[in-house]
């Protein structure tokens, strides 16, 4: 799976947006973008995912660039329970080989 | 989202026993599930993956006679720590997803905290 650079952390004013990027210059063709995050002491939550096109559901959006080497989560609102780690990873999906390899994340403080 | 239950949540155990944590789907079927281990202020770190009927398939580095991992049905996997020692007092998760869907998000365990004393 290719890797994913994210920043380790990021501040943001809650009720504001919060974007988080995701560099995956290596990403192949047949490479999914996913977004988990992990609040403390918690399994991982599934956020969204996407492939090529940007994706909206009803925790965050996501957008892809047209080349697929970055991407940006959007979370519109933040409130204080999005504090948490958040997780971007690529990966195919092929079957038994689709696991989920987990980079160091951005830690996300959202505040008041 | 579909969910996945982990148990126990937490356990402490003395050194040199085993310790059985089970991870089941609840509303769907998992033909493979995957174990991690976290350490404090770390990220999660895939131990072995786990395919319902077959063997279980480890990391490198990850000693399979330690961890013992049995995926006897779709809904159920449980990852034995045999003689338990301090050092692999850890956080573990597991993660399940169905191949029957294309495509889509692997669930997670809310995790078993393993303190060995």
């Known amino acids: 799976d290719a890797k994913t650079t994210q920043p380790p952390s990021m501040d943001c004013a809650e009720g504001r947006a919060a974007n988080l990027p995701c560099n995956h210059s290596t990403i192949s063709g047949n490479e999914y973008v996913y977004w988990y995050r992990q609040i403390h002491s918690q399994g991982p939550q599934y956020i969204i995912h996407?492939?090529?096109n940007n994706e909206t559901n009803e925790m965050a959006s996501l957008i892809i660039t047209e080349d697929r080497k970055s991407s940006t989560l959007i979370l519109p609102h933040a409130t204080l329970r999005d504090t948490a780690v958040y997780y971007c990873i690529v990966r195919v999906w092929a079957g038994t080989a689709s696991k989920l390899t987990f980079g160091t994340g951005t830690r996300l403080q959202v505040t008041l | 989202g579909a969910v996945v239950s982990q148990h126990p949540s937490w356990v402490i155990c003395k050194s040199g026993t085993s310790v059985k944590i089970e991870c089941r789907s609840l509303?769907?079927?998992?033909?493979?599930m995957f174990w991690y281990r976290q350490f404090p202020k770390q990220s999660l770190m895939l131990m072995a993956t786990s395919n319902e009927g077959s063997k279980a398939t480890y990391e490198q580095g990850v000693e399979k006679d330690k961890f013992l991992i049995n995926h006897a049905s779709l809904t159920l996997s449980t990852l034995t720590v045999t003689s338990a020692h301090p050092e692999d007092s850890s956080f573990y998760i597991c993660?399940?997803?169905?191949?029957?869907?294309?495509?889509?998000?692997?669930?997670f365990g809310q995790g078993t905290r393993l303190t060995v004393v």
């Open positions: 509303d769907f079927q998992a033909t493979t």
């Open positions: 996407g492939l090529k």
């Open positions: 993660s399940a997803l169905n191949l029957g869907e294309s495509a889509t998000e692997a669930f």
